[in-house]
């Protein structure tokens, strides 16, 4: 995994020109000023960071897309690319009339990649990311250590197709509501956070997750505030709309804040039924991970141990197409899941390591080995 990465990074790399050279590659993660920039990770149409692929020869986007699959499993890979795809339908549903201060505002050229550090280096980086995904990946001594956050998100979340439709995270969210099905009234009381959905996810875009972490909201997840006071009002009124829409007060956003221990329903307190239902779900979001990879997280939670310290919560309804948000939580995996804006055709998830975000427990281990 690490070597194919590297080498479709330093492909990439050589392909640039200084001006692109510049925007593309950082100082390696153990630099501060780079370290910095690397834990900075979006999930709206901001700026991410990088070299966006529009200012790329096809060439140079082929190469890039080259990395990304290289990060991730074959459905994964075509998870993200039909994420990106979205941003032309989005256009066509807003009317083509947001712009977000640049000439086009739903881009599919607007993809960041940033290299950290020296492809195939003892320590490096990269992170890949634009609207609705986030991807952010460590290689420590020819490891890839770190995948997450991992962010894909959909909007539109279902979209009709000719004899069809397209709902690139139907699956994880079908299958987190057959598994809430299944629970007993007791069960269910245990699992639900709150009456209604919040409207976005808990952690946010925060570097880290911590004890009493409470929603963020839409003025907090961008690169920046806006200079231009129609798109300053427009992400207000954004806010304002979701925030009507769950009804929810400061007391409501206490009630599902990330707490430790986990708030919802252990896995000790599931069958074996429904043990394997959570399982199943669990590899729904390790499964974008390369094959490898995937497989070790795998083996991870087969363990009994290791999957009766997750917890699985809900909020809001159990009826398909109404506004909805899960989480799946233990020590070392957060899980979150949210359809609610856009009347629940509008869908966030996200896969984080409270322990090994970013990797920053393998690049401390590194540093101090290295100071000795």
């Known amino acids: 995994m690490a070597a194919a990465m590297a080498t479709a990074a330093a492909t990439w790399l050589g392909t640039l020109s200084q001006e692109q050279l510049l925007l593309a590659q950082y100082d390696s993660p153990l630099v501060a000023e780079a370290e910095a920039e ?3 990770w979006y999930y709206t149409p901001t700026n ?23 990060g991730l499993s074959q459905a994964g890979y075509a998870t993200v690319a039909t994420v990106m795809g979205l941003e032309n339908v989005l256009d066509q549903v807003e009317g083509w009339r947001i712009d977000w201060g640049r000439e086009r505002g739903r881009d599919p050229g607007l993809y960041w990649l940033r290299i950290f550090g020296r492809p195939g280096a003892p320590v490096w980086a990269w992170r890949f990311g634009g609207h609705h995904i986030s991807l952010n990946n460590l290689i420590v001594a020819d490891q890839l250590v770190s995948t997450t956050p991992s962010f894909i998100g959909a909007d539109p979340a ?4 000719l004899g069809g439709s397209l709902d ?4 994880i ?12 009234a007791p069960q269910l009381r245990q699992a639900l956070l709150h009456p209604s959905a919040v409207s976005d996810i808990v952690s946010g ?5 911590r004890q009493g972490d409470t929603m963020m909201h839409m003025q907090d997840l961008w690169r920046g505030s806006f200079t231009d006071p129609a798109l300053a009002r427009l992400v207000d009124d954004i806010d304002r709309r979701a925030e009507a829409g769950s009804g929810y007060t400061e007391d409501d956003h206490a009630r599902v804040a990330i707490t430790v221990p986990p708030r919802g329903i252990s896995a000790r307190d599931l069958d074996e039924e429904q043990r394997h239902g959570l399982r199943r779900l669990l590899a729904l979001y390790t499964g974008r991970a390369p094959q490898d990879l995937a497989k070790e997280h795998g083996a991870h939670y087969a ?17 398909p197409g109404e506004p909805h948000y899960y989480r799946l939580h233990g020590p ?3 899980i979150e899941y949210d359809n609610t804006q856009r009347r629940a055709n509008h869908a966030h998830s996200v896969w984080r390591d409270p322990v090994s975000d970013f990797g920053l427990d393998v690049l401390a281990e590194h540093r101090a080995r290295a100071a000795h």
Not at 158 to 161: H, Y
Not at 168 to 171: A, C, F, I
Not at 173 to 184: M, P
């Open 173 to 184: 969210e079908d299958q987190a509501r057959q598994l809430a099905r299944t629970l007993s």
């Open 48 to 70: 991410h960071g990088g070299l966006a692929i529009r200012e790329q020869s096809a060439y140079q986007q082929s190469l890039v897309m080259q990395l990304v699959a290289s």
């Open 303 to 319: 363990s009994d141990s290791v999957l009766d310290e997750v917890h699985f919560s809900w909020a809001g309804s159990l009826d």
């Open 168 to 171: 690139p995270l139907g699956g």
């Open 38 to 40: 690397r834990l900075r």
């Open 205 to 209: 875009n925060r570097p880290r997750v």
């Open 158 to 161: 279902k979209s009709a197709l």
């Open 332 to 334: 070392s995996v957060l």
